[in-house]
């Protein structure tokens, strides 16, 4: 039975938000959890005292937390769970990308190491969720990550392939699958304006301009 087993659904979505920051390379602070989390600060703070109490994450003043190694081992189960149940919904049941989040959201917790195994045979053990985000192996284990390279960061002339987008915000990404803007996509830097202006592609033979910031999300391959 995996470590998740006696873990409560609240605690196992904390211990994954807080993964991600650090897997984004932030820091795991009061507000930037309830900022993932969608709650108060005062809600994110008992929380992460519980979580540190059950030594599932350590606390370091001014820096926030970090897991311990059990706290990463039930983030990483719940991860697994979650990122190849949206693969599943994706590839076999055709769930829009925009909708995959949230329902795996309510599956992941009753999902068993039996069936979870199954659906990774069927798949045939991918590597990434439809997000482009990593999907740990049976081990643990993650693939490399994606390529540190953003659309932001590209040169005018330059052609790549979409690699990953956010995954958690299902309004951002019903307005990336209207602009083609989703994994393995090929896109190509027309122009990048100066002083914090727009990104303008060109997706699938048609130019788009969309924020710096929206682009600075959007990773590339």
């Known amino acids: ?47 992460l005292k519980r979580l540190a109490a059950l030594g599932l ?3 370091a003043r001014y820096r926030g ?23 599943y919904l994706a590839e ?19 999902l068993s190491d039996e069936l979870e195994q199954k659906i990774d045979a069927v798949l045939g053990f991918p590597t990434h969720d439809p997000h482009g985000h990593p999907i740990p192996d049976a081990e643990l284990r993650l693939a490399a990550g994606a390529n540190d390279r953003t659309l932001a960061s590209l040169e005018p002339g330059e052609t790549v392939a979409v690699s990953q987008v956010p995954d958690d915000d299902a309004e ?3 307005y990336l699958g209207t ?8 896109v190509d830097l027309v122009e990048r304006a100066p002083f914090g202006g727009p990104v303008t592609l060109r997706i699938r033979g048609e130019t788009q301009a969309i924020s710096l910031e929206l682009a600075a999300a959007i990773r590339v391959a």
Not at 65 to 87: F, K, Q
Not at 94 to 100: F, I, M, N, T
Not at 179 to 186: D, K
């Open 172 to 174: 951002l990404l019903r």
């Open 57 to 59: 994450v350590d606390h």
């Open 179 to 186: 602009l083609g803007l989703v994994p393995g996509t090929t």
């Open 92 to 110: 076999t049941l055709r769930v829009p990308l925009d909708q995959v989040h949230e329902e795996a959201d309510r599956l992941e917790h009753a």
């Open 1 to 47: 039975m995996g470590a998740t087993a006696d873990r409560s659904e609240a605690i196992q979505h904390y211990l994954r938000e807080v993964f991600k920051l650090e897997e984004a390379g932030e820091h795991a602070t009061t507000s930037t959890v309830a900022a993932a989390m969608k709650v108060s600060r005062a809600s994110a703070s008992v929380m």
């Open 65 to 87: 937390v970090s897991l311990t190694a059990t706290g990463r081992t039930v983030a990483l189960e719940v991860i697994r769970h979650h990122r190849l149940l949206e693969r």
